[in-house]
Structures are given as structure tokens and as C-alpha cells.
């Protein structure tokens, strides 16, 4: 039993999505169009989720707008009470289909960019004609007064551009800017030697960002994201494992964390079958790393461990094959040194290929 609420719901509508791009957060195993909850059951989870105490939820996939029914979904959300915010790569993003998602109740518009070079922003999109698709479609949700998120991913291939980012992002009118570098997991982690930058490019980068929030106080505020590989201690992932968000696959499993399908030897309870309340307060899944008590030692007694709730699980996963040790991006990790090296092997790689994210691998 728990008398933790979630502040909000990472509603994943599809894995489907027009774009590629390699350091794409989805699982490799992507779930297929006929596997997605329909409309009558993500209108019920909505409902659930804000009688739960969810505040807002994102809407997110892959790329939702190819849901046919994302205007009745938006409805739905905000009917419930939910404040919305559409997570887009913007293509497809027309000013009638914005205008309907507006008259439905959208409230925000994430757009994802790869950068500020058309044809190398397209190459990473794995999606000729997507830069420019973004561009206009920043505009057309300003221009319908809605609020406006530009989050850029940045990796290898474009940290030399995150001074360029910034002003783009400022020029289009965004009221937020996401300057995330890439998290390993999903398609990220089988594309890390070709993403990962090297650590003095990411604290010049770091730097340019710290005095852009100076600069642009009061105009854009910028959220900075920094690569995990060169932190001294992990994040809070997800604000702690079932304490602040559920995330609702596209076939209906209910995740304490968009990768924690990954994680092995967990049962995940399905939204098909049970209500969202049951699944975030009874579920196996969502009970098994939340609090302190799963805790190994360092994190055991640490007086960080209700701060940063160990790290991420499925980083820890990825790295050391159990998903219950302490996430070595924490310097205090017996296996933080590996990580490093890891790190600085990825980015001094050649390899500049990507494997582009798809169905079917
Ligand atoms: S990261 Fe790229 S490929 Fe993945 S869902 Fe977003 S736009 Fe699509
Ligand atoms: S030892 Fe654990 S709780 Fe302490 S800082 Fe590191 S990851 Fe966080």
C-alpha cells in the first residue's frame, strides 16, 4: 500500500512514428499499430489517472498525431481535468489538425528538434523534410497562442551547435527550451558509440547553457539535462520509481518508468485488466524499487537516498546486469570507474553510423 499520488501521465498512444531517430527513448521491440489501446480505453485510464491525483498528462509515442482519433484523445484528457501537452516530432502538424487539437482542449506543444542544420537535423530524423516541418509547425502553435516547448537532443552530432539551439529556439518564440542530452536507453544505447560527445566538448556546452539562462531569464527557461556518463551522481529518475509518474504503454502496461519493460523478471500489470489505481498501489512492478528498502549498500543510509532514490534502475540494468545495485552513475557506485571508461571509449569511437529506429528492428 502506498499514500504516494502520481503528479502526472507519460501516455505513450503508439510506438508508430515517421522519424528514426537513433537515440529514440522507445524499446527496441517496438509494439505494432494493432496492439494499441483504443480510444474507450484510454479515455477510461484518463479518468483514472486524474482520479488518482494526476495533474497533466503528456502525450507522447512514438509520434501520437498518427492516432486518427488524437483529437477525441485530447478531449478526453481534458475533460477528465487533465492539463495536456502533445510531445511531437511536429510532422504532420497542419494548422487545421492544430486548430482542432486546440478547439479539444490542448494546452501545450512539446516539438523535438535534431538541430539547426536542415540536412544534417533531416539525416538524424532518419526524415527528409522534417527540419522544416518542425520550423513551421513552431510557428503555427505560436501563432495559436499555445505554449510552446522546443526540446533538442544533444549528442555528438550536434553539441558544437547548442549555442545555435539556443537562438533558434528563442527566434521561433518558445517559452521553454529542453536542452537534453541524450539517456541511454532504448535505440540510444545500441547507437552510444556513435552519440556519446567527449567530456570537454559537454562541459564547454554546459557552460554556453549556464550563461544563456543567465542572459534569457525571464524570456526562455531553459531545462538542462546533462549526460549521465559524466555526472558525479545520478538523477532522480523519474522522481523516484512508482513516487511521481505512471507511464501507460501503447498496448496498455503500466510502467513505473518508460524503459522499465526492459528490466527482467518483472510482471507488469495491463490497464486492459485492472484500474490504474489498483496497478500504481498493489502492483508487483511499481511496489519493487519504491522507498528506500530494496536498497543496497551505498545507498543504504546514504544521505542521499531520499533525494535521488538510488538512480535509474534500467541504467543499472544496462551497465551491471542487476537491476537492483546502485546506479553507477553515482560516484559512491563500485562500478561508476567502468562507466566512465566506457564513456570515454564511446566518444573517442569513429564510428559514425547510426542503426535508425523501426519497427521491426
Ligand atoms: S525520438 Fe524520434 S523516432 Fe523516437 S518517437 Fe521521438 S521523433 Fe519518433
Ligand atoms: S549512494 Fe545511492 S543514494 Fe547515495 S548518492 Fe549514490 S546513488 Fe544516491
Excluded at 535521488?308 to 541504467?315: A, L
Amino acid at each position: 500500500m502506498t499514500d504516494l499520488r502520481p503528479i502526472g501521465l507519460l501516455a505513450e498512444l503508439t510506438h508508430r512514428c515517421p522519424l528514426g531517430c537513433p537515440y529514440c527513448s522507445n524499446p527496441l521491440d517496438l509494439v505494432r499499430a494493432g496492439q494499441e489501446l483504443d480510444t474507450k480505453t484510454w479515455t477510461r485510464v484518463f479518468a483514472e489517472a486524474a482520479e488518482l491525483g494526476a495533474l497533466h498528462v503528456h502525450l507522447s509515442g512514438g509520434e501520437p498525431l498518427v492516432r486518427k482519433d488524437i483529437a477525441e484523445l485530447v478531449n478526453a484528457a481534458h475533460l477528465a481535468g487533465l492539463y495536456t501537452n502533445l510531445i511531437t516530432s511536429a510532422v504532420g502538424l497542419t494548422a487545421q489538425s492544430l486548430t482542432e487539437l486546440r478547439a479539444a482542449g490542448l494546452e501545450h506543444v512539446q516539438i523535438s528538434i535534431q538541430g539547426v542544420d536542415t540536412a544534417r537535423a533531416d539525416a538524424v530524423a532518419h526524415h527528409k523534410g522534417a527540419a522544416k516541418a518542425k520550423r513551421e509547425a513552431a510557428k503555427l502553435v505560436v501563432e495559436e497562442g499555445l505554449a510552446l516547448t522546443v526540446n533538442a537532443v544533444i549528442h555528438r552530432g550536434n553539441i558544437a551547435d547548442v549555442a545555435a539551439i539556443i537562438d533558434l529556439a528563442e527566434g521561433w518564440g518558445a517559452g521553454r527550451l529542453e536542452v537534453a542530452h541524450v539517456q541511454y536507453h532504448g535505440w540510444a544505447i545500441a547507437n552510444r558509440a556513435s552519440l556519446m560527445p567527449a567530456r570537454e566538448d559537454f562541459l564547454a556546452a554546459a557552460k554556453i547553457v549556464e550563461d544563456a539562462r543567465k542572459r534569457l531569464e525571464g524570456t526562455l527557461v531553459i531545462d538542462h539535462v546533462i549526460p549521465d556518463y559524466y555526472a558525479e551522481r545520478p538523477k532522480a529518475c523519474m522522481g523516484g520509481w512508482g513516487r511521481q509518474v505512471i507511464v501507460v504503454a501503447p498496448d496498455g502496461r503500466a510502467l513505473p518508468c518508460h524503459a522499465a519493460a526492459t528490466l527482467p523478471g518483472l510482471a507488469f500489470d495491463n490497464v486492459r485488466e485492472k484500474p490504474l489505481g489498483e496497478i500504481w498501489t498493489n502492483s508487483e512492478a511499481f511496489q519493487k524499487f519504491r522507498g528506500t528498502e530494496w536498497m543496497p549498500k551505498p545507498c543504504q543510509g546514504c544521505e542521499r537516498a531520499e533525494i535521488d532514490w538510488g538512480g535509474c534502475r534500467c541504467q543499472a540494468f544496462a551497465l551491471t546486469g542487476n537491476p537492483a545495485t546502485t546506479d553507477p552513475v553515482c560516484a559512491l557506485s563500485p562500478d561508476h570507474q567502468k562507466m566512465r571508461e566506457m564513456a570515454t571509449a564511446d566518444a573517442a569511437s569513429t564510428n559514425g553510423t547510426y542503426r535508425f529506429r523501426r519497427i521491426g528492428g
